[in-house]
């Protein structure tokens, strides 16, 4: 079967600092694979999706990027945080139009 | 207006049902999805309807999909203090999913 993990499960970091999440896929090849956000209280916003290795499409503008060295893994990153950075970042994967699955998430706080 | 658009909030007594209402925008979709996300955890898929379906059942779950007027629902019978999470209503547009702003259901004793 397959299962998505994301790490840390939680991170607290200061303002300015870098950052890498990341998330992996086993059970599967050629997932779609993408990252969320999710702010308290609110939906999700997609920030990035990858339909292949190296190749990553950006939903919206902002201070993060993303990278995907190997077929199953995706990882998030950012230079320099900022306080509005925090949130709760979900991963998730899906395979030939099935429903997307997501992790279990990580939990950002910028102080 | 939003793309997937849901009540924010829904308070039910244990074992009653709930019925959480979903509209959405985008005549194309081809999927709609129910997700369930408890405190501090990912979303769990509930289930999913196929755009050419009026309804789908699965256990104590019912699926309504009203496609002339883009109105999704979704049942729950016999309301227990387990379904107490927030629900996100999903619809695939252009091979991506919308996301609602998730309904927060309260089971009361």
């Known amino acids: 079967s397959q299962t998505i993990h994301q790490w840390p499960a939680t991170l607290v970091q200061p303002v300015g600092s870098p950052l890498s999440l990341e998330c992996t896929v086993e059970?599967?090849?050629?997932?779609?694979l993408y990252w969320y956000r999710q702010a308290a209280g609110r939906g999700l916003q997609l920030l990035f999706y990858s339909v292949g290795i190296g190749q990553i499409s950006s939903e919206v503008p902002q201070n993060l990027s993303a990278s995907r060295p190997q077929d199953r893994q995706f990882i998030l990153s950012s230079k320099k945080l900022l306080l509005s950075d925090s949130g709760f970042y979900l991963c998730?994967?899906?395979?030939?139009?099935?429903?997307?699955?997501f992790g279990d998430g990580t939990r950002l706080s910028i102080l | 207006g939003e793309d997937v658009e849901q009540s924010l909030f829904l308070s039910v007594r244990e074992g009653d049902s709930s019925v959480i209402n979903c509209t959405y925008t985008?005549?194309?979709?081809?999927?709609l999805y129910w997700y369930k996300q408890e405190p501090g955890a990912g979303l769990q898929l509930l289930t999913y309807i196929f755009s050419n379906m009026d309804m789908k059942q699965d256990q104590r779950l019912t699926v309504l999909l009203n496609k002339k007027d883009k109105h999704l629902s979704l049942r729950i019978a016999d309301t227990q203090t387990g379904d107490s999470a927030i629900y996100f209503c999903?619809?695939?547009?252009?091979?991506?999913?919308?996301f609602g702003a998730g309904t927060q259901v309260v089971v009361t004793p």
């Open positions: 059970g599967t090849s050629n997932p779609n």
């Open positions: 998730a994967w899906e395979r030939g139009g099935q429903p997307q699955h």
């Open positions: 985008d005549s194309s979709s081809t999927y």
């Open positions: 999903a619809a695939d547009s252009w091979g991506k999913l919308q």
